[in-house]
C-alpha cells in the first residue's frame, strides 16, 4: 500500500467537539532531545534564542502533500495562513531579551521531583490520558466542558509559567505566518465559541495541566518533553488587547490557573530554590487590588504593573492605561497578582484527584469483554515509572521507557463462529451495497462461492468514452449468503474441518506479532500511530517501515501459508475470468491488465480492534505486480473504493462524495484487485463492523524494481516458498488443498495427523 499514501486522517477528535485551536505548535519546530528514559538523563533545552535550528517538521500543509494519512488519530483543522508579505507585528523588547536570559538560566536549573506522568510523545500522552485525549491542540473538552490543557511552544510576552501559577492565552483564532512560521491572531477571539467559551463558563473548576519541554519559561530543565503537571484551579480569565499584522488592535482572552495542591512543593519547582523565590504561596499572603470601572461600573483586579485598567472588553476604558501610550509588548502582571492564592473550597466529591485521577487506572478486562474493544487500544500509563505508552502490541502493553520493564498482557479471548454469526446478521441489517453504474457488474458461482466481477472504468468526463482499467472481484463465501449451506455439512467452506473457521482459530491461537507502526510523521515527537495492527511474511514489503521485523515464508506460521495458498488461487481465478469478461467488447487500457497472473512472494497480515480501520490509501507502489488479493476474518467489514479526483469536487468534499464501488467482506471472503490503474485511479479504505478481524493480503513484490543489491537478495530470499508448501495449491472450486497439478488430496504441512 502506497502507505504514506493519501491515508484519510481516520477518526475525528475524540471527546472534543471543536477542531482544536491551535495546530502543530511553532517550536514543534524547535529541536527537542528526548532525555533517555532514566531519571539522570538531562534534557536537552530548547534554546530559546531565535538561530535555534529548525527541524523541518512538515507543517499540516506539507503532511497532507506528502500523502500520509493512516493515523489513528484526528482531523486536521483548516488553517488560514497570512501571505508573505504581512510583516510579523511582535517586535523584540528589552524586557523580552532579559526574560529569554532568565529563561535561559532556568532551563539550566534541576527540578525539585520528578512528574508522576510523563510522555515523550504526543500520541502516547493523548492515547494514554483520558483528561487530554487530543492528539492536536492544546485543550480538551467534552460537552463544552474542559478537562485537561496543555502548555507548550505558543508563548506569549505576558504568558508566566511558576511554580504554582501559570498564565497562558487562550486558543483559537490565529493563523500561521508563513513568513516566521509563527501563529498570529489577526482579529477579535470570539468569546462566544470554542475553547474560550468552554473556559468562561467553567472558572473556578480544576483541570489537570500539562507542560511540553518547547514552552520558553518553563521554571526548569524538565526531564521529559510531556510533562503532567498536576490539578489546576481556573481563576481568572480577561480580555487584553494586542496588535495584529495590520497594526490594529485585536482582542484575546487570557486564563490564569493555580495549583491546587498547595502545600507540596511542586515537582517542576527549582531545586535548591526557597519556597519564596520559587513563587510558592499561600492564600491570604498576597492579594491583587480591584476596582471599579467608572464607565461600566464593573470590577476588574490591577493586573498590571502599569496600574489599573478595566478589563471589560466591551467598555469604553477596556485595556486604556491613563494617558500613556502603553506599548502591549511591555505590559507585565503586578507582584501581587502573581502571588495571591485562592482558597481552594474542597468539597470531598468534587476531589479532582477523585474526579479525573493524574494517574489513570489500568484496563481491566471483565467477563463480558474480549480483550479488543476500543478501550483495549488505548495507551496506558506506567505504574512503575509514569510513561505513557501507546498499545503497540497486539499482546498487550509493555512500557515505552527503555529502563523500565513493566508489561501488562491481555491475551484476547477466543472469539467464537457464534460471535461472529452475531456481528455479520447485524451488518447485514446496516450495510448499504453502492455500485457506480459505470462499473459492470458480473456474477459466476464457482465451487461455494459467488463471485462477482466488477469491471472498473475510469468514470469518464462527459462525452468520453469509457475505458476499463482492471477489475475487483469479490469472492463471497457462500455459507454466509441467501441460501446458506447446512453448517454440518463436510462441504462448507466455513465450518468443514480445515475451513475459514478453523483458519480464524488458528490465527487467534497463534502469536502472530501483530504491531502497530508510525504512520505520521514517523519517529518524530508528533508521530501518529496506524489504527490496526500489522506483521509482514514473505518479500519485505516496504523497506524502512515494517521491513526490519519482516518474517520470511520458510518461518511463516501454517495460517499464514495456507492463506497464501488460498489467495494464490483467488488470484489466479480472478484474472483469468477479467479478461473472460473484458473480452465481451469493453474498451481497455492495452497491456494495463495483463493476463497472466505473477505469483505472489508477500503477504501483510492486519489485525483489527473495535473501532480501528484502515483510511483512504492505494496499494501503488511501484514495487508492487497488478494483482493484490485479500482475506477476511473475523468481524465484516465495509471495503470501499473512491475515485482520487470526483469530477467538478473540490478536495474539501471528498468526504461527502459517495465510493465508486462498496462491498461488505464477511468471515471467509476473498477480495482480488487486478491492474495496476484501479490503483492509480482509486483509493480504498475498509471499515471492520465488529469487534475483532483479520485481513491477510498478498502482493507480488517485483524483483526487478529494488535496486539496493542487498535489499533484493532478501526480497528474493524471504518471498521463496518452502517446497513443502510450493508442492500443494488450494482448488476453490474443489474446495480442497491438493497437490500442485493434481486432484490428489494433500494434507498441509503441519496439520496434526
Ligand atoms: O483490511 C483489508 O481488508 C484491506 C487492507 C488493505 O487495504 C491493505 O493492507 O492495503
Ligand atoms: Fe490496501
Redesign the pocket.
Known sequence: ?DGASERAPTAPVPATEQAPSVLVPTTEDAPYVPASATKEAPYVPVSATEDAPSVPVPTTEQARKRKNADADNTTEPKRRRLSRNQTNPVEETQKDIEEREEAKRNRGREPHGSPRVWAEKRAALSDSLPYFRIHQGSLQTQNMVPKGMLIDSEVGPRDYFGSQVIITSIGGGRVRDESTGKMTRETDQNDQKGDCKALLGHIGKTIPVIAGAGHSKYPVNPPHYYCVLGHFQITDIWAEKSKNSHNKDVKFHMIRLEKVDLKTRSWFAPKGVSPEVAGEFLPGEYACEKQTCDSCRAESKTKFTHGWTCLHKKCEKFFKFGDSDVKFNDLRYNDNFLRERTQYSEVPEDNPEEVCPIVPGLPQQDDDSLGCEALFKRGIVCPKCGCCSNRIKWQGWYCLNDSCDFELLMPIKLVTPEKITLQHEDAMLKFKAWRDPEIIHEEVVIGLYKVHIYLIPVIPDDGKEKVFIGSIIHFEALSYSEGSSDPEASDNLITRTGGFNDLYEEMQTQDIKLERRGAKNANHRIEELTSHFSANFGAPYKFGVVVKDSVAFANAPKPVMETLLRLTWAGGFGVKETHVKLKQNHPTVEHKIPEDFKPFNEELVLGYFENSK?GA?D?GEKELGPT?ASLSLGAPSVMSWHPKKPKGLQAEDKAKYKPALSILLKHGDMMVMHGELIQKYYN?SVTPMGLHRFAM?CRHIKEESILDPEQRKRSVADGKIPDEWAAREYNGTKDKFVHRGTDVEAPLPGTPA
Open positions: 500500500m484502515i490509501h496499494d493484490v480504498h493480503t
